[in-house]
């Protein structure tokens, strides 16, 4: 495997950017002779009579952007702060290039950790702070002088290497703070909700230059955060973690197509979730469905299934918002459709999502691009309306 087009070419996903020559793809975790860098093998953290971490197996592989994501107390930053060194695990291993790094202390692993907080050294320059890790290590001073001027070239950040961290702006302290984690060429990074700081357009800006710089540099990032969005943007991978164990592994496209259980499919973007039994599979353009019955009703849709499920079994459709169509009248060849009325309209400028209650009084969302200025649009409040989907647009899901 050609590592260097993996860097130069890969995306967040599975998927390759275009780059004008062949289409490569990075997905070493789908290689069975592909060595992960970090392992984690049936860790568990205990605090008292609570468990952070319960039984985690995880592999992640050199060069990889991997987020860990989950709502607070989920166990995502204690699994990074043993993998860091700063907590011990209860039990269960955590290899870093195959070598066990339960018992090596935090200082002596090939490893550095970006905070929140940033943690900058107030009295110091903008180049005294990336600096610092350097002077440490004793190296010669013309090393440390180019190494510094590197990080300042890397993150943009040339023109304010004299100044001092509290005339700078937030994401500028962002930048010294990583540009002072990769200084000394550490295997892997470790990232803790580096951007919660920052407002939602700077956000979204930094987002994309973590991952030019993971990108230019390859080194390994792992990032822990609750934002969903930031997490599908940057990553390459995405474990999702519950209650202290892993709910699915998978990258951002799958993570969001096809999620394996109910928990995931809410957490990951917005769903409609509507409760059923399953019936019976059934063969559909060459592709197997499964046959999902509403009750208090004849209702009866056709949906891809995440994992096998007997027939009369209780689950749940899980269907995106987007993928449902809004029309005044039934479509003659709709697979899946619901009639219902306008109960709400929900207008961001750019989309708008319809609020359609159902007989049962049931709310269903669907969303589509505002095409059309407002004053032109054909559905509105009251009016009696189908939602209508694809097979493929909805998954079953048991549990």
């Not at 700081?197 to 710089?213: C, G, P, S, V, W």
């Not at 599979?281 to 197997?288: K, P, T």
Request: with cysteine; hydrophobic share 40%; net charge neutral.
């Amino acid at each position: 495997m050609n590592q260097q087009a993996q860097v130069s070419d890969r995306q967040p996903g599975p998927a390759a950017r275009p780059s004008g020559g062949p289409t490569k793809v990075f997905a070493p975790w789908t290689e069975a002779d592909a060595k992960p860098l970090v392992e984690f093998v049936d860790v568990r953290k205990v605090f008292g009579d609570f468990t952070a971490v319960n039984g985690v197996s995880l592999k992640i592989y050199p060069r990889e952007f991997f987020a860990l994501l989950g709502p607070s107390g989920c166990g995502k930053t204690t699994l990074l702060r043993m993998l860091a060194g700063f907590e011990t695990p209860t039990s269960g291993k955590i290899l870093l290039d195959g070598q066990d790094i339960s018992g090596i202390p935090a200082n002596r692993r090939p490893i550095n950790m970006m905070f929140q907080s940033y943690a900058l050294f107030p009295h110091l320059s903008v180049a005294a702070n990336i600096a610092f890790g350097l002077k440490r290590s004793a190296l010669p001073r013309q090393e440390i002088a180019g190494r510094t001027e590197e990080m300042l070239q890397l993150v943009q950040m040339t023109q304010f290497a004299h100044r001092k961290p509290h005339q700078l702006s937030g994401g500028q302290r962002q930048r010294v703070a990583l540009a002072r984690a990769l200084a000394k060429n550490p295997k892997l990074l470790l990232l803790d909700e580096p951007l919660g700081a920052l407002d939602a357009k700077l956000r979204e800006q930094t987002q994309f230059e973590l991952m030019n710089i993971q990108e230019k540099l390859g080194t390994t990032f792992v990032i822990v955060t609750h934002d969903q969005e930031e997490a599908m943007t940057v990553s390459s991978r995405i474990g999702l973690m519950s209650h202290g164990s892993l709910a699915q592994v998978a990258t951002p496209p799958q993570i969001y197509e096809n999620p394996v259980s109910r928990f995931v499919a809410d957490f990951i973007g917005d769903v409609n979730i509507i409760e059923g039994k399953s019936g019976g599979v059934i063969a559909r353009d060459g592709e197997e469905f499964v046959e999902f019955h509403r009750p208090g009703d004849e209702s009866v849709f056709v949906a891809r299934a995440s994992e096998p499920v007997a027939p009369q079994t209780d689950c749940c459709l899980a269907v995106r918002p987007e993928k449902i169509a809004v029309t005044r009248e039934k479509p003659a060849d709709a697979a899946n459709a619901l009639t219902g009325h306008v109960h709400d309209i929900a207008y961001v400028g750019n989309l708008s999502t319809y609020h359609v209650r159902l007989a049962d009084g049931s709310i269903v969302k669907a969303q589509e691009a505002n095409r059309r200025r407002i004053a032109n649009r054909e559905i509105t409040w009251e009016d009696e309306v189908w939602l209508s989907w694809t097979p493929g647009a909805g998954v079953v899901l048991a549990r």
